[in-house]
């Protein structure tokens, strides 16, 4: 009977919204301090490869674009080698950019370009305010959008005090998760959201409560397993239908695919040396209401 049920929750055809997003070249990539446990600046191992970074970099910006995405870029900055995620650069809901506030020294001045850019290109994608916490607040890494509420990571990154400055700033509830892995130090290493009500997630990465939490708001959601995790398979950009993640996240790949979304795989290993996937690399903006319909 169970069977069945779950057969039926199946769709073959998942509709796909076009979205908008910002994304920074990996120019000055490389790993040159440690801040998350995937860094190790010091092994030869470990070191990136600049030119294969740059060429992964340019598929995933070039499987948005067959999408039919539209893809904006921010330019990369010397001496800021984690620029090229853009997630931390801010939230963006109903045109209006939460902006960044990094925990690290060696990310702080990112901000001011992150800012900068909403300032300077706001008016074309429909972004029309922009706010700086006061908080510790890493952008989508640990600000994941749904269409009713804000889900939002701590522990690690993002302070408390962000997820109750985003609330106001927003008018949305934003609903606090405890990660407790170091190793999926940011929300969006550990949960993707793939559609309106589906989210995918690594269960040990949160504390219990949370966990408990998320099992009564998602009772239906994706479970990744260890291996997944730890290839940042949940580092996924979905369009609620296309879902892409790292290629080498081969289950969480079929599960997606039997809830009737298409995975699209995409190998950016060489971010990974920076604990970075797909989603670090892409910060969604989603503009205001009344800009959409006008768009129309
Ligand atoms: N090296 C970067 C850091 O530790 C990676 C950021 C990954 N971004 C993300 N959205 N998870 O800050």
Known sequence: MTERREVMHRQSTRPATRRRYLMCRPRYFTVAYSINPWMH??????????????????????????????????????????????????????????????????????????????????????????????SVAEGEGDFLTMPDLILAGTGFRTEPGAHRELAEFTGRPVVSLDLVDPRLYHLDTALAVLDEETIAYYPPAFSPESQDRLREMYPHAILADEADAMVLGLNAVSDGRHVVLPVQATSLARQVAERGF??????????????????????????????????R
């Not at 294969?52 to 340019?58: C, I, S, T, V, Y």
């Not at 939230?91 to 300077?120: C, I, M, N, S």
């Not at 699209?264 to 800009?291: F, M, N, Q, Y």
């Open 41 to 134: 600046p010091d092994d030869p191992a470990a070191r990136v490869d600049g030119e294969r970074a740059l060429a992964q970099w340019e598929t995933l910006r070039q499987t948005y674009v067959d999408l039919g995405h539209e893809v904006h870029l921010i330019d990369p900055v010397p001496g800021l080698p984690d620029m090229v995620f853009a997630a931390n650069g801010a939230v963006v809901v109903d045109g209006q950019a939460f902006g960044p506030r990094f925990r690290h020294v060696q990310r702080l001045p990112e901000a001011v370009h992150y800012l900068a850019w909403f300032k300077t290109h706001g008016t074309t994608v429909g972004v029309r305010d922009t706010y700086v916490p006061l």
């Open 262 to 295: 298409e995975p699209v795989t995409v190998d950016v290993s060489e971010l990974r040396k920076s604990g970075g996937g797909p989603k670090c690399c892409t910060l969604e903006i989603r503009p205001a209401r009344e800009r959409e319909e006008e768009r």
